[in-house]
């Protein structure tokens, strides 16, 4: 069975940072391309960033490239995702994904003075 379980979310301040966690089992992790979605509040689901299986190639939504990074570290089975200068329009509950049938419960991030 996937598990995905996200941590790291909080409460921060314009300008601050964060960095999101995403620990899988009950797949083959090594061999998963793997994203990031994020859910603002009263709003759908978007899509935020991708990483391939290795870890070599990634892709981000305009609105947060250049300040968040997508990582991996597959002998570790954990997602990162770095979030930097961050916005209050960043926030959102940030879920880890691996595919349209697998997805963990989210980790909130707010973004507020």
């Known amino acids: 069975e996937v598990e995905l379980v996200e941590s790291g979310g909080g409460l921060v301040q314009p300008g601050g940072s964060l960095r999101l966690s995403c620990a899988a089992s009950?797949?083959?992790?090594?061999?998963?391309?793997m994203m990031w979605f994020r859910q603002p509040p009263g709003k759908g689901l978007e899509w935020v960033s991708t990483?391939?299986?290795?870890?070599?190639?990634?892709y981000y939504a305009d609105s947060v490239k250049g300040r968040f990074t997508i990582s991996r570290d597959n002998a570790k089975n954990t997602l990162y995702l770095q979030l930097n200068s961050l916005k209050t329009e960043d926030t959102a509950m940030y879920y880890c994904?691996?595919?349209?049938?697998?997805r963990g419960q989210g980790t909130q991030v707010t973004v507020s003075s």
């Open positions: 994904v691996k595919d349209e049938a697998n």
């Open positions: 009950g797949f083959i992790f090594s061999r998963s391309g």
């Open positions: 990483i391939n299986s290795r870890g070599d190639n990634t």
